[in-house]
């Protein structure tokens, strides 16, 4: 699972990514505060320049939901999207770019750059997936960690810290479980030192698997 | 969750498809029969002309996991992906078009189609997801049946009749849980009469709800 996703980092997507930096002055770029409701319409999406959105709806037995953490280089928005309600929060302080669909449709570089930012983002909400299809909650939440040390972690002494900070009941929307479980499972994972918890950051002990 | 979903098919969408197949001469169209495996590079995206594929891999645990059912006019391949194993199979008879990296990002037209069938996929993605994240297996069952009602489903006597046969065991491995209790709930469903099978289809009552 882990092997191949540094791989999709390409440095031919960082162009694309430049370009679509360069496109915009600094002063479009808004910045969402830490905590904050991200407003959205059907007719742009959204790029993430830093930070991390979390997208959430509401289950039919009226759960919230994480579907999606959107980070760097990937994009979010209500054209991207058939979930009802669509919502969409930054954890931490984020900035983002706003971009038109008609933008998107009459600006040939843009549109490839976008494909390769919604690439991006296709990648990580199958990686969501395919964690949720673990059975035991202990692996599910054992895999979130390992996919979230890379994509957010950087090395920090003999381990990974996790630069986003996600609640035990986040974990719990993002994995379908309960806060309660999430707690027990957690709890385990530090007595082990499969985690540890510095200035309220995860800490992933290097080269842990399941 | 299902009232914005034939929305999402708008004639603008279906405008670039359009474009897409004239781009192509049918005899670069390939046929993949029922059940048969679609060979993957990272050089290329299928795009999906007629049936259904359905993508899966293997989970940490050593069970199958379907990622995914992609049909008509949306995409899937390997650069889409950081699954591993990531693997496609037709269910039902299948006319897929290659179309490679490279192409999409000297074209232009093709990008934005490209784009566009990349939103189609993400959608159904993410409502896979959103279906997961439902606790109770006989709501995220009859969620799966809604979903599938509404993207293959058409008009059929007193009810819609779903083109597509998923096997118990699939639909168990799409909505992580066991055969045995697909089979259970199913039962159910079938008593209700929320679910009839007609000649091996099934057929789902009009207006059914949760």
């Known amino acids: 699972m882990t092997s191949s996703f540094q791989e999709s ?3 031919e997507s960082q162009f694309y990514v430049e370009i679509l930096e360069n496109m915009y002055h600094s002063n479009h770029i808004v910045n969402i505060p830490s905590g904050e409701k991200v407003s959205l319409s059907k007719s742009y999406l ?22 999606g ?22 954890l931490g302080n984020c900035d983002l770019l706003p971009i038109s669909l008609i933008e998107i449709e009459q600006n040939p570089t843009l549109s490839i750059s976008i494909f390769n930012a919604l690439r ?16 035991g909650m202990e692996d599910r939440i054992k895999s ?3 996919f979230l040390a890379e994509r ?7 381990g990974i810290v996790i ?22 499972i957690m709890s385990g994972l530090k007595e082990s030192k499969f985690l540890i918890l510095e200035r309220s950051k995860y800490v992933l002990k290097k080269h842990s698997t399941i």
Chains 1, 2 share one sequence.
Do not use: C
Not at 152 to 158: N, P
Not at 165 to 184: D, F, K, M, P, S
């Open 144 to 146: 979130l960690f390992l």
């Open 46 to 67: 959204w790029l993430v320049v830093r930070g991390v959105i979390k997208i959430q709806t509401l289950t039919l037995d009226g759960e919230l939901s994480i579907l």
């Open 120 to 135: 991006k983002t296709y990648q990580q909400t199958e990686m969501l997936l395919s964690i949720k299809a673990i059975r």
């Open 163 to 184: 630069d986003i900070r996600l609640t035990h009941q986040e974990i719990a929307n993002l994995l379908t479980t309960t806060r309660v479980t999430v707690t027990r």
């Open 69 to 90: 953490l959107v980070s760097r280089d990937e994009v979010f928005g209500q054209p991207l999207s058939i979930s009802n309600p669509y919502e969409a929060y930054a």
């Open 9 to 11: 980092l390409s440095e």
């Open 152 to 158: 957010y972690g950087r090395d920090y002494k003999d």
